[in-house]
């Protein structure tokens, strides 16, 4: 049983268990070594406008789904309140129902500040559990993982602002009892984590008008480590994520915006200088603290960094057309993909849509299309009236 429930976590999670070659001295080889943590759908982009731009959306121009990416960006938002949706097929070149839902909303009573929250629901489908080939018992698991929480985004100048969030998981592998296996017993995994962002908007003055350069860093998933078993923990994917934007004007009714981000994840690997049983003694202010140093040298440090470059073209800031593109090392998973996508906003609600073109075809996210439908409380009020 226990070998079965491994082999259906690593599926669970969607993330590569393949260990990285040890030297003799214990340091690391050049080989795949991803960094793997607990719950890591928190880390997946759930809107199709950051999804069309190569999943940047730290220091892009507010909107409603700035709470994944940025909860600071909202205290510079237009709106004083709106509310979004969004839904993803995942991995739907291996399977058909593992489904990313998500709910996000905000409400800005004044000028300086601004109130947050999303909900966010992981279904990885159904899986059929067998202790071996022949085992016919049809025991079915239904996996998911869920997070819900609440932010508080405030100015502290004309141009800066800084947030901070509150975040409650929960993951259940809702793994059946197996015959003659009741000694293993699987329970739900809770979690209490913490953003802290911030965000840097200053304008520029052009010939065709008005640009303006952004920048904004967000430390997301500061939490508690998580168990299924009381055995086995893992950390959270606690992540850096720095980046900037440029929005420039290209006449009266056009304009372009540029945007990068560099993310890494602040988790040690199990095969650093904390292998072994050294792993689970590590606190999670120590393994954040030592995620950048616990591989054997800057290059593969290096290789731990995900950087994404994305562009979005505007039309009177009703159409958009964008693209983008994510890299991953290697070593890390190797998720190397283009993407496109395009909105179409009213004074009511913005509609978008994000597509993943893999740079392999044999990548599981090939393909992968993202939908978002987002409301403006003001112009849902004016077609009221």
């Known amino acids: 049983m226990k070998k079965v429930v491994l082999i259906f976590f690593a599926l669970a999670v969607t993330v590569s268990a393949t260990r990285a070659q040890v030297g003799g001295d214990g340091t690391l080889t050049d080989a795949l070594n991803p960094i793997s943590t607990g719950i ?8 199709a406008r950051a999804g069309g731009m190569g999943d940047v959306g730290v220091a892009t121009r507010p909107d409603v789904f700035s709470q994944h990416w940025n909860p600071a960006k909202y205290a510079f938002i237009e709106s004083p309140a709106g509310f979004a949706f969004s839904y993803t097929p995942w991995l739907s070149q291996l399977v058909d129902d593992i489904n990313l839902f998500y709910a996000a909303g905000f409400w800005r009573p004044d000028d300086l500040q601004a109130f ?12 059929v559990l067998r202790q071996h080939a022949d085992d016919h018992s049809n025991l079915v698991a239904n996996p998911n993982e869920f997070a819900i929480d609440f932010a508080y985004s405030r100015k502290l100048s004309e141009r800066f602002s800084a947030s901070v969030a509150f975040r409650y998981i929960r993951g259940d592998l809702n793994v059946p009892m197996l015959p003659g296996q009741e000694g293993i017993e699987m329970n739900p995994a809770h979690a209490v984590a ?38 086995t923990f893992n950390f959270l994917p606690t992540n850096l994520r720095l980046g900037t934007s440029f929005d420039m004007p290209i006449d009266a009714f056009n304009s ?41 040298t800057f290059r593969q440090q290096m290789q731990r960094i995900m950087w994404s470059v994305g562009v979005e073209y505007s039309y009177n800031n009703q159409f958009f057309v964008r693209a983008g593109y994510f890299h991953e090392h290697f070593n890390q998973g190797g998720r190397q993909y283009f993407t496109a996508g395009a909105g179409f906003r009213l004074n009511v609600f913005q509609l978008d849509a994000g597509y993943i073109i893999s740079r392999t075809a044999a990548n599981p996210l090939n393909n992968t299309l993202r939908f978002s439908l987002s409301f403006d409380i003001d112009g849902l009020r004016d077609l009221m009236n």
């Open 40 to 47: 890591p759908s928190l880390t997946i982009a759930p809107d």
């Open 116 to 127: 947050s929250m999303s909900i966010r629901y992981f279904s990885l489908g159904r899986v």
């Open 194 to 231: 913490a953003d802290i962002s911030a965000f840097y908007t200053t304008p520029i003055t052009m010939a065709a008008g008005d640009a303006n350069l952004a920048f904004g860093a967000n430390i997301s998933n500061i939490g508690n480590k998580v168990t299924f078993d009381e055995s």
């Open 256 to 296: 372009i915006s540029f945007n990068a981000d560099a993310n890494k994840l602040l988790v040690i690997s199990r095969n650093g200088r904390f292998a072994g049983s050294e792993f689970n003694d590590v606190t999670v202010l120590q393994s954040i603290f030592n995620s950048f140093t616990d591989d054997a």
